[in-house]
């Protein structure tokens, strides 16, 4: 198993553009999310996903767009980036949603810079 | 959601046993407290779980006191490569609240 994966691994951009990170994961886990770690900082949760076709807001949503289309994918969308963007982005994924016991498998992270 | 506190950092050295606190007294009969590591420029890792009662595993032991008002991460051995921030979550089942950690220095 490759586990989770993300692509790029380092992206700059201009302020206004947009781009999609890539996350894939082949653990068949039914839970995947978006966190975004910015220096210093603990993570934080962007947007999660508890199935196919059903996602949910996290702690911070804004500017921010997601889709999961099928189980192994799940991307993030900037729409207009902007400098506060700039962070290291992690995907993580779980084997089932709702269960406090699951332990959630990380990728190895998209740094981010918007200029 | 229930809240951790853990010190901000911790230093011990090569070999020796490390005791990492966390401190949850807000939480949950339900709640079950995870602990995740992220080496330098790396994702987070988990490391161990548990409920009640203490648990092992190949990396490290969790010691849950009796009330599950506090808990602690104790690794046996530690080495060089241990030297990471290590997180303190009680898991709600979606979101992990990631606070600051622990940042554990590892010295030769």
């Known amino acids: 198993n490759a586990g989770v994966t993300q692509t790029p691994k380092f992206q700059v951009l201009k302020t206004g553009q947009s781009m999609t990170l890539q996350c894939a994961q082949d653990?068949?886990?039914?839970?995947m999310s978006w966190y975004r770690q910015d220096p210093g900082m603990g993570l934080r949760l962007i947007h999660y996903s508890v199935g196919a076709g059903i996602t949910d807001q996290g702690e911070v949503p804004n500017g921010y767009n997601v889709s999961r289309s099928t189980t192994e994918d799940f991307p993030l969308r900037l729409l207009s980036a902007a400098p506060s963007q700039t962070s290291v982005y992690f995907c993580?994924?779980?084997?089932?949603?709702?269960?406090?016991?699951?332990?959630?498998?990380f990728g190895p992270g998209t740094r981010l810079t918007v200029l | 959601d229930a809240k951790t506190t853990q010190p901000n950092s911790m230093e011990s050295n090569e070999e020796e046993p490390v005791h990492l606190p966390c401190n949850h007294s807000t939480i949950s009969g339900t709640d079950y407290i995870h602990w995740y590591r992220q080496l330098p420029s790396q994702g987070p890792e988990y490391v161990i779980h548990g409920l009640t009662s203490n648990v092992n595993n190949r990396m490290a032991s969790l010691a849950i006191a009796e009330d599950r008002k506090s808990s602690t991460l104790i690794l046996h051995r530690a080495t060089l490569r241990d030297a990471a921030v290590y997180y303190c979550i009680l898991n709600s089942g979606y979101a992990l609240n990631f606070g600051k950690g622990t940042s554990l220095l590892v010295t030769p």
């Open positions: 993580a994924s779980s084997l089932l949603a709702g269960t406090k016991a699951n332990e959630q498998f």
């Open positions: 653990m068949n886990h039914e839970y």
